[in-house]
């Protein structure tokens, strides 16, 4: 459960509490000449709490909004922390959460609360293939193993490639994954001579990873010439993000 | 040479000051200096009211007379030209009515259909109609089940009957298959159709992708490579047992796999060993052997079908795609193409042409128009067929020498396209999906 805790500072609540009566107090003339009769002071305003969540369903992964608000308070907690007397957090729990607003003043305590429902996404239909890699690992991998481009006709690495070829070897070396590297081309060329030239594409991109480091053993290579395009535009920019090695964790 | 000149005369119109350098007489086996012969083939009769007959009669007529048609040999008498009465069976053939305008024809095909205790039964004639006082040139008679599939094939094997008759000996090739690549049903499979595109059916329902088919010279067999397993993989398929047969696994890239004519031996390009080189093995995968040993890719073989002494393949050895020759142990490479990006070789029947695909300009960007060509192997001189008409690529001759057919990009789609091997008479024969790579049979 996460709870976004935000601790106000006291003082400051109490010293505006009491600015607040001060203020008042001066407020008041000095009392003339008057009879003795003691007019009861009106009893301090009770204070309100309100809060909401929104949406107040989500699936896990997802945020939602909490808002609240109150009066008349001198001391706001939010499922046990203390936050300011009005405010909204971005939460992301992993599991449905009730976030329960107390506000405490002199006139008593108010509370109230809001349910952020968390629902699992749905779960795919198992089939007889390779064990389903956790959502984590493959967001590192999208995130940190970036694909290599190449010019037309070409396999060699480009100078504007070394980088990511270093960093992408940094990022596997840290773990202990087998990968497959797979080599692409445009939509322009024939068939066949495609199937050669992506494979060509994917062992350039694999000597460039073992001599950055990353152990042979763990690297294998596969070419799907063009018959797997990202897209298929007859446009420089779409020919060449086809030009490519892209690279996939094999269990 | 009528024809030749008029391809000729194509040429000129469209050639730049290279393709003029070229002497384009390239003898391709039609019309070999002589005027086609013109033929009527008459709608044949039914000899009986039996209700079977109409459906099948529809359908030998129309198969009997595109038969004919697209042979490349003969000039066809359209029909709506032909006497009113026409005949059955000789005693009813009237010799004048068709030697004389509006026929005016030099030989007619006829005949009758009948169903005789529920076997198709054809009965057709060829009659040379200038020759009075001898017409006859052949009579045949063929028997069958009832059926449209079989009415079929009669007219394909009467057909053929003609064509091999006035066409200089050479088989006709109405019965001929075609392998291809088609992913209308979402993948790309292995399929096979009649050599006119009837009888389209699907061959292998890997779910996978599949590609390069080609057909074993006895018709038993389809090797193609494959996704499968990973891979590619050349994958084997046995026609006559309907089921897949072992091949070898191998490392890497497999693919482009090609029949020598004797049948005993596979080549195929694999990058088992590094980069992709030409491999030759037999045909269930044993002791491949390598034959060449150039970076930059080795591939697509072809066996010369008239000796299997020589192989036509592409190597990507001095940077783009070039045609190249070679013994077939490897010895004596000579390179065919000189510019621009070439592929997909494919020889003739009779061992002296090769058909192929080419962009003569190729460059960053979008590149120039992708055309069949065919070349002549000795003399290094070539013709080519499609002009500014899509992108064009693997050309695969038929057995017949007359023909190549070929996949075309036109309007986005990859359809397979048929033509006479001089470039004229091109035709889609597949419209499902979109359709690739197709490799005819030996016979």
Known sequence: MKISNFIRDHNVVLTAALAVVIIAGCGKKPEPAKPQTEVPKPPPAAPTASISVSPNSIERGQSAEVRWSTTNATSVSLNGGYVSGSGSQTVSPNDSTTYNLTAKGDGGTATDSARLTVTSTPQQVQQSKPPVISETDAQWFARNVKDIYFDYDKYDVRDDAKATIAADAAALIQKNWNIQIQGHCDERGSTEYNLTLGDERAVATRDALIAAGVPANRLS?????????????????CWQRNRRAHFEIKK | MKRTAIVLAALMLFASAELCAQDAQINTGINK??????????????????????????????????????AGIFDMVSKSFYPLEQPGSPNEMKLDAWNVPPPNTAMVAFGNLNVQGG????????????NSSSPLVMGK????????????????????????????????????????????????????????????????????????????????RIAFSSYAHGGPHITMYSLELNRFVSFPRFEGTNNSPAWSPDGTKLAFSSSMRGSSEIFISDISGNNPKRVTAFTGGNLSPAFNPKTGAQIAFVSGRTGLPQIYLMDADGTNTERLTDTGYAVSPSWSPNGQYLTFAWRRKYGPGVPGSQDIYVMDAASRKWVQLTFDSGVNDFPCWSPDGRHIVFESIRDGRAQIWTMLADGTQQKALTTAGQNFQPNWSFK
Not at chain 1, 221 to 237: A, D, F, L, Q, R
Not at chain 2, 40 to 46: G, N, V
Not at chain 2, 119 to 130: H, P, Q, R, T, Y
């Open chain 1, 221 to 237: 290579v596969i070419s799907y010439g063009k018959e797997k395009p990202v897209c298929t535009e007859s446009t420089e920019e």
């Open chain 2, 33 to 70: 200096g002589q005027d086609r012969v013109r033929l009527a083939a008459a709608d044949f009769k039914s000899l009986s009211n039996d209700a079977v007959l109409p459906p099948l009669l529809q359908t030998f007529n129309t198969t009997l007379f595109s038969d004919l048609d697209n």
């Open chain 2, 141 to 220: 008679q063929y028997k069958g089940e009832a059926t449209d599939a079989s009415a079929r094939s009669i007219a394909h094997k009467f057909a053929d009957e003609i064509i091999q008759r006035l066409g200089g000996g050479i088989a006709g090739i109405a019965e001929s298959q075609i392998v291809f690549i088609s992913n209308r049903t979402g993948n790309k499979e292995v399929w096979m159709m009649d050599y006119d595109g009837a009888n389209q059916r699907q061959i292998t329902t890997l779910g996978s992708i599949s590609l390069s088919p080609r057909i074993s010279p006895d018709g038993s």
């Open chain 2, 119 to 130: 076997e198709l039964v054809v009965a057709g004639w060829l009659f040379d109609v200038k």
